[in-house]
C-alpha cells in the first residue's frame, strides 16, 4: 500500500484516499481478490482501478460503454504523464498500430475499450499474449439483464475474464439495486460480504419534493417562480425530445433563457451547450437524459424532472448532480396522471412481433456458411426486415450465444468499400495491381462520383475469391498511401459452435423462448416506472425510502432527513395515477386506413403511440405521418388490444387503404438516452408474402 500511496500523492495530487477508496485498493493489491465498487457518481471511482494500474506490473484493461468518456480519462491521464490509451473505432490505422504496439511492448499501463471490442478476434489474440493484471469494468450495472440500462456485449465480459485468465477484477457502478449488485458479483465471483464497498446514495443537502400536477400549465405555474429564484444552475429534465424544445420557449416568455439540449441536435451544438452550461454561473438547460454523462459541475442548485423518470435508477443519478459542492440544493419532481402513458408506452415499445422473431430465427438458422464456415448477417438490414430494433435484435444474438451455446460472434466485417485516389501516380499503381485479389477488384468495382465503390461479399460470391482478400488488399493500398477508402454497411460475424435448430418445432419453441423473455423485460420496464410513482407517493421520508431501494436503510439518521415534502408536511404526497383516455374509434380507423400492415397489432399500436420503428419508416407511417403519435395519452397495451381485433378481423394479412395523407410537419417522439437507445429510424422496405416475410433467406416457409 506504499505504493499506492506514493501514486496517489504523486501522480494524481491527492493528500488521502476518500470513502473505501483505500480498502478497495488493498484487497485488489494485497489480497489479489475481486471487488464491486458502489460509489455515486462524482464519488472517486476511478481513482480505484488508477491507482492500482499504476502499482501492478502488467496491463489494467479497463471496459467502458461510451467512447467520450473513454477519451476524456485518457486524456486526463495522459496529463499526468501515464501511459494510457483507448482502442476504439475513430481512430486511424497509424494510431491503432501505435497503440497496439504499446500494448505488446508492455509500456502501456491503461487501456480503454468498448465492450463489443470483446468480439475481435485479432484484439483477443493481442490479449492472449498480455498479462492483464485488473480487468475494470465500468458501468457494470450494464451485466444485469433486469438493470436499468442493460447492455448485452456486457454479458460476454465474465467469459472473456476467464478465457483470458485476468488476475483480478474490479467493477464499478453508482447505481445498483441489491439485486443487480447480487448479479454483479455471480457474474465476476466476488464475495457480496468482503468484496462489495458501498457509499450511501444519502445526500444531506438534498432536498427531495414531489409536485402534483393535472396539467402543463399547472407545472410551469410552479416552475418560472422556482427558477427565478435560484442561486446557481439548473437542469430541467423532460421525456421527449420536443418537450424540451416547449419548455424552452414558454421559459423564454417569462424572461428566462434556457439552453436545449437533446439528442436530435448535431453534435456540435450539444458540444456548445454543455459548454455553455458548465460555465455559467446561473445557467438553466431544458434536457432529455441524453444531457448529464460527463457533467461535473458542482454548483447545479436546481435538478427538475418536469416529466417523471421512468425508473429510480435514472432519478438518483440526475439529482445526484445536484449540489456537489456539499450547499444546499433542490430537486423537484412533477407526478402527472397524462405523461404516464408515454412511459408506460416507451418502456413496452422494444418488443417486437413473435412472428418476426420467428422469421428471423429461420433465417439464420438456414443461413449457408461462408467458405471459412462463420455465419454474417448485416444487423441493420435484418432491422429494417424484420422491424426489430437494433438494441433488442442485440440481445436476441446475445441469447442465442450465451443462453444456447449456437454460436459466437467474432471480428465483424465491412460490406462496402468506397475508393478514391490520392495522385494520378498512386492510382496508376492500384491499376498495375496484378495479384488476383487486385484484379478481381478492378473487375467488380462500379465507379462512384470520387472513384469506385465495391461490394466484397458480392464479389466473392461471384468471383470465388476470399471476401477477406479483398479486404486486405484494399488495406494494403491504403497502408501504401495509394487509395483512400472508407468502409461501410458492417456485417456481424459468427463462428458455429453447436448444430442451429431446423424444423419448424424447434425454431418456433426457441422464438417462444426469446420472445417470452422480451415480455418478462417489458413487465419490469413497467414495474420500474410504478417504482418511481411509489417512492414518490411514500408515507415516509424521501430521503430514506431512495437510499433503503438501493440497500442503505440506515443511512439517513433517525428515518427523517428534514427537508424533504413528506418531513416539511408530515404526510404522504395523494396522487391519483389512472389514466381513462381510451382508443378513439375515429383515430383507430384513421390508422388502419392509413396503414394497410394487419399483421401486427403493435406495429399499428406504435403508430398510433408515437414510437418509431424501421417497419414504419419505410412504410412512410413515422415522425413525418400526420397520425404518427396520435393516440399517445392512451395506454400503449390498450391500442395493442384495439388493433389485435382489427388485425384478426382481416386474417392477419394486408388490406387495401387509401392514398396516404400529405405529411405534416415532423412529430419527434423519441426516447433520448446517454447510453444511444434512442428509437431507430431505419429504411428501405421487406417483402411480406403468406409463407415467407423475410426476403430469400427465408424460402423454407412459416416455422
Known amino acids: 500500500m506504499e505504493t499506492a500511496r506514493q501514486v496517489l500523492h504523486e501522480v494524481f495530487e491527492f493528500p488521502d484516499f476518500r470513502l473505501s477508496q483505500e480498502a478497495v485498493i488493498r484487497r485488489l493489491l494485497e489480497g489479489n481478490e475481486n471487488a464491486l465498487v458502489l460509489y455515486p457518481t462524482g464519488g472517486g471511482k476511478s481513482l480505484t482501478y488508477q491507482v492500482p494500474a499504476l502499482c501492478l506490473p502488467g496491463l489494467t484493461l479497463v471496459i467502458s ?162 427558477l427565478k429564484r435560484r442561486t446557481g444552475p439548473a437542469i430541467v429534465y423532460v421525456t421527449l425530445q420536443k418537450q424540451a424544445e416547449e419548455v424552452a420557449g414558454r421559459l423564454r416568455l417569462h424572461d428566462l433563457d434556457p439552453m436545449v439540449y437533446h439528442a436530435g441536435l448535431a453534435a456540435e451544438e450539444r458540444t456548445r451547450v454543455q459548454a455553455q452550461f458548465m460555465d455559467s454561473e446561473k445557467g438553466i438547460v431544458c434536457a432529455t437524459i441524453a444531457f448529464g454523462m460527463g457533467i461535473d459541475k458542482a454548483n447545479i442548485r436546481q435538478v427538475v424532472h418536469l416529466y417523471m423518470p421512468k425508473t429510480l435508477e435514472n432519478y438518483s443519478q440526475e439529482v445526484g448532480r445536484a449540489g456537489r459542492d456539499n450547499l444546499p440544493s433542490e430537486c423537484v419532481m412533477f407526478l402527472c396522471a397524462p405523461d404516464i402513458p408515454i412511459l408506460e408506452g416507451f418502456a413496452r415499445g422494444d418488443t417486437c412481433s413473435k412472428t418476426d422473431l420467428g422469421l428471423w430465427l429461420q433465417e439464420v438458422a438456414f443461413k449457408e456458411p461462408a467458405g471459412d464456415g462463420t455465419l454474417d448477417f448485416n444487423h441493420y438490414q435484418q432491422s429494417k426486415q424484420y422491424d426489430i430494433r437494433p438494441n433488442v435484435l442485440g440481445l436476441a444474438y446475445a441469447h442465442l450465444e450465451l443462453d444456447y451455446n449456437y454460436i459466437r460472434a467474432i471480428t465483424p466485417f465491412y460490406q462496402v468499400y468506397d475508393l478514391s485516389k490520392r495522385t494520378d501516380v498512386d492510382w496508376d499503381k492500384v491499376m498495375a495491381d496484378s495479384s488476383q485479389a487486385g484484379k478481381t477488384i478492378r473487375k467488380y468495382w462500379s465507379p462512384r462520383s470520387s472513384g469506385y465503390q465495391i461490394d466484397v461479399v458480392s464479389a466473392a460470391s461471384l468471383s470465388g475469391v476470399d471476401r477477406g482478400d479483398f479486404a486486405r488488399k484494399i488495406s494494403d493500398w491504403e497502408l501504401s498511401g495509394w487509395v483512400t477508402s472508407k468502409a461501410s454497411q458492417v456485417r456481424a460475424r459468427y463462428k458455429i459452435l453447436n448444430p442451429l435448430p431446423k424444423t419448424a418445432e424447434e425454431i418456433k419453441d426457441v422464438a417462444d423462448l426469446m420472445y417470452q423473455r422480451m415480455i418478462a423485460r417489458e413487465d419490469e420496464a413497467v414495474q420500474k416506472l410504478r417504482q418511481v410513482i411509489d417512492f414518490a407517493t411514500t408515507d415516509d421520508c424521501l430521503a430514506q425510502a431512495l437510499a433503503s431501494y438501493f440497500g442503505d436503510p440506515d443511512a439517513v439518521r433517525g428515518g427523517l432527513c428534514g427537508t424533504c415534502t413528506f418531513c416539511k408536511s408530515g404526510e404522504a404526497v395523494t396522487f391519483d395515477s389512472r389514466v381513462q383516455a381510451m382508443p378513439d374509434p375515429t383515430k383507430i380507423a384513421a390508422i388502419l386506413d392509413a396503414c394497410p400492415e394487419r399483421d401486427d397489432p403493435r406495429l399499428l399500436a406504435r403508430m398510433a403511440f408515437g414510437i418509431t420503428s424501421p417497419r414504419l419508416t419505410a412504410g412512410k407511417w413515422s415522425t413525418s405521418h400526420p397520425l404518427f403519435g396520435s393516440m399517445v395519452d392512451v395506454k400503449f397495451t390498450a391500442l395493442i388490444e384495439a388493433f389485435e381485433v382489427e388485425c384478426k378481423k382481416a386474417g392477419y394479412t394486408k388490406v387495401a387503404t387509401t392514398a396516404t395523407p400529405p405529411a405534416s410537419k415532423k412529430r419527434t417522439y423519441t426516447q433520448s438516452t446517454s447510453y444511444g437507445s434512442s428509437y431507430s429510424r431505419g429504411g428501405g422496405s421487406r417483402g411480406r408474402g403468406s409463407f415467407s416475410r423475410g426476403g430469400s433467406s427465408n424460402k423454407r416457409g412459416r416455422w
Not at 499501463?109 to 489474440?125: D, Q
Not at 469494468?137 to 467469459?159: M, N, T
Open 65 to 226: 460503454p461510451l467512447i467520450a468518456l473513454m477519451k476524456d480519462q485518457v486524456d486526463a491521464l495522459v496529463a499526468r504523464g501515464v501511459k494510457a490509451a483507448n482502442l476504439d473505432s475513430t481512430l486511424g490505422a497509424d494510431r491503432s498500430a501505435f497503440v497496439k504496439e504499446e500494448v505488446i511492448s508492455g509500456r502501456l499501463k491503461l487501456l480503454y475499450v468498448a465492450p463489443e471490442r470483446l468480439n475481435n478476434e485479432g484484439f483477443i489474440a493481442m490479449m492472449s499474449h498480455v498479462k492483464i493484471s485488473l480487468l475494470a469494468v465500468d458501468e457494470s450495472h450494464c451485466i444485469s439483464q433486469w438493470g436499468a440500462s442493460f447492455r448485452p456485449e456486457y454479458l460476454k465480459i465474465a467469459r472473456f475474464a476467464e478465457e483470458m485468465d485476468v488476475e483480478r477484477v474490479l467493477c464499478l457502478t453508482a447505481t445498483a439495486t441489491p439485486n443487480v449488485a447480487e448479479d454483479i458479483c455471480k457474474s465476476f465471483y466476488i464475495d457480496t460480504k468482503e468484496g462489495v464497498f458501498r457509499t450511501p446514495v444519502y445526500r444531506p443537502n438534498l432536498a427531495f419534493k414531489v409536485e402534483v400536477a393535472e396539467t402543463f400549465d399547472q407545472k410551469l405555474n410552479y416552475l418560472i417562480p422556482f
